[in-house]
């Protein structure tokens, strides 16, 4: 299985992955425990918030089935978010309701 390590390290991220097949769950360390946050699908994203923000990244994503990822570089997201500026804003309002969601615990709900 493919595995995306997203934390337990100073990695800023530098890329955001799109899942073209399979699932993923995201999951993070609170207290020692792990804690599932969300199990992604086709057609959903991760690691925008690191990207966006320079900052390390939050939580892991890890393969629960074989999957195709789409890997996005900082500098052509950029690239791409120059000439669509409705691309920033869906990823910025993806990040706004992640971010609610991980300041007041909540889980996100895995898509149906």
């Given amino acids: 299985m493919l595995e995306v390590q997203t934390c337990g390290s100073s990695d800023l991220g530098d890329s955001l992955y ?11 360390k609170d207290e020692g425990a792990t804690r599932d946050l969300a199990t992604l699908l086709a057609g959903d994203f991760f690691g925008e918030s690191a990207l966006l923000h320079a900052v390390p990244r939050t939580a892991s994503c890890q393969a629960v089935t074989p999957c195709a990822l789409y890997e996005l570089r900082r ?10 500026p409705s691309m920033r804003a869906a990823l ?10 991980r300041s007041q615990g909540m889980r996100r709900p895995s898509p149906a």
């Fill in 18 to 28: 799109l899942v073209a097949r399979g699932v993923v769950r995201v999951s993070r």
């Fill in 75 to 84: 500098d052509d997201l950029e690239a791409v978010m120059a000439v669509s």
């Fill in 92 to 101: 910025e309002d993806a990040d706004r309701r992640r971010g609610a969601e």
